[in-house]
């Protein structure tokens, strides 16, 4: 651990010290006590804002779009294609590219910061991959926290790619204030949207690789899906087709995020899921806590020999539990 304070990286990072941004979004990632300062701090510096705002709402933080799909599907591509309207428009864009099975291979990762190498040398744009593996409550703790540094750095949008569609993906995707789901031209014929669970988390659609065959009967497969799921709280997400290769549609797909966040921000939808999110993540960090806890107190010699007499049949799980648990609760 060097010398300086969560305070003093946050003050550089808000001065543009990319190297402090990313110390701090390293402390995030590997989690401990660091990285609680660097949230801790954070809370600090927005408390502070707060009150400067006298009771301002949140809606002018930096707002986060989370791009997720299957791998291949183009999500990189169409980021690469997003920062770039974004940069026209003189936004401050951050981009998270979150590979929770890899975080040392090179080969996504690697390929997408070639795929994203226009912006290498633009101070408006910030890209991260950032890991998860061995990390306590995984990405889905560091992923909020990563933003959360982002948007006290004053980033205007932060995206956040996920790598492919698994559980964990499809929650920090989620997890975003506009989700979009990216799926191209018979990519499992939408059903394969649908069994992944994105059809709940999905706010905007996108059918890329629109340039292929396929595209509009898609297109028709998903809206068909949208008819059947009901209730959708005054949101319809909207379908959009684009190539992210060459920028077909990509306006059509910023408007799509734009209606969305104005969507939210108009019914005070946007703080209510923001709460929301916030209440979920405070579950995820007690639970984590717990957990760790719970392999603490089972690690001992005393709790060895009480499973032993469990597995004897001589005592029941229950009384074990309740012995190591009357030893109190420590490391909390
Ligand atoms: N034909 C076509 N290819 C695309 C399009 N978008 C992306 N690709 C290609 O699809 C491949 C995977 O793209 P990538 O952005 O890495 O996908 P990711 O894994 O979802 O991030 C790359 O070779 C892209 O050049 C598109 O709209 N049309
Ligand atoms: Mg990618």
Same mark, same amino acid.
């Given at each position: 651990? &060097? ?74 591509? *169409? ?14 864009? @951050?981009? *998270? ?46 992923? &909020? ?75 028709? +497969? *998903? ?14 997400? &909207? ?32 703080? +209510? ?31 060895? @020999? ?10 029941? &799980? ?15």
């Amino acid at each position: 651990m &060097p010398k300086r304070s969560a305070e003093s990286l946050l003050t550089a990072a808000q001065g543009g010290d990319r190297a402090a941004l990313a110390r701090m979004l390293s402390l995030v990632e590997r989690g401990g006590e660091p990285a609680r300062e660097v949230g801790r701090c954070l809370g600090r510096a927005g408390a502070g804002d707060r009150a400067a705002k006298a009771g301002g709402g949140d809606e002018g933080a930096a707002y986060a779009v989370g791009l997720t799909g299957a791998p291949g599907s183009g999500k990189s591509t *169409l980021t690469n294609a997003l920062v770039r309207l974004l940069r026209s428009r003189d936004q401050q864009v @951050a981009v *998270l590219a979150v590979d929770p099975s890899s975080p040392y291979s090179g080969g996504a990762i690697l390929g997408d910061r070639v795929r994203m190498g226009d912006h290498a040398l633009d101070d408006g744009v910030f890209i991260r991959s950032m890991a998860s593996r061995g990390h306590l409550g995984g990405l889905a703790v560091a992923t &909020p926290d990563a933003v959360r540094v982002l948007r006290a750095v004053g980033f205007d949008w932060v995206l956040v790619e996920t790598v492919g569609v698994g559980q964990v993906e499809v929650e920090v995707a989620g997890q975003a204030d506009t989700t979009v789901v990216v799926v191209n031209p018979g990519w499992g014929d939408a059903v394969q949207a649908a069994k992944a669970g994105l059809m709940e988390i999905a706010d905007v659609f996108v059918v890329n690789k629109a340039d292929r065959p396929g595209a509009s009967e898609t297109r028709r +497969d *998903l809206e068909r899906m949208l008819d059947l799921s009901g209730d959708t709280a005054g949101w319809r997400p &909207p379908v959009v087709a684009a190539v992210a290769t060459t920028g077909d549609g990509i306006d059509d797909v910023w408007t799509a995020v734009e209606a969305h966040r104005a969507h939210l921000e108009a019914a005070g939808e946007l703080r +209510d899921r923001r709460r929301r999110r916030a209440a979920d993540e405070i579950t995820r960090v007690i639970a984590a806590r717990l957990l760790e806890e719970a392999r603490h107190l089972t690690a001992s010699e005393e709790a060895a @020999a009480l499973g032993e007499e469990v597995a004897d049949g001589r005592l029941d &799980p229950w009384s074990a539990a309740d012995h190591l648990l009357d030893r109190g609760v420590k490391n909390l």
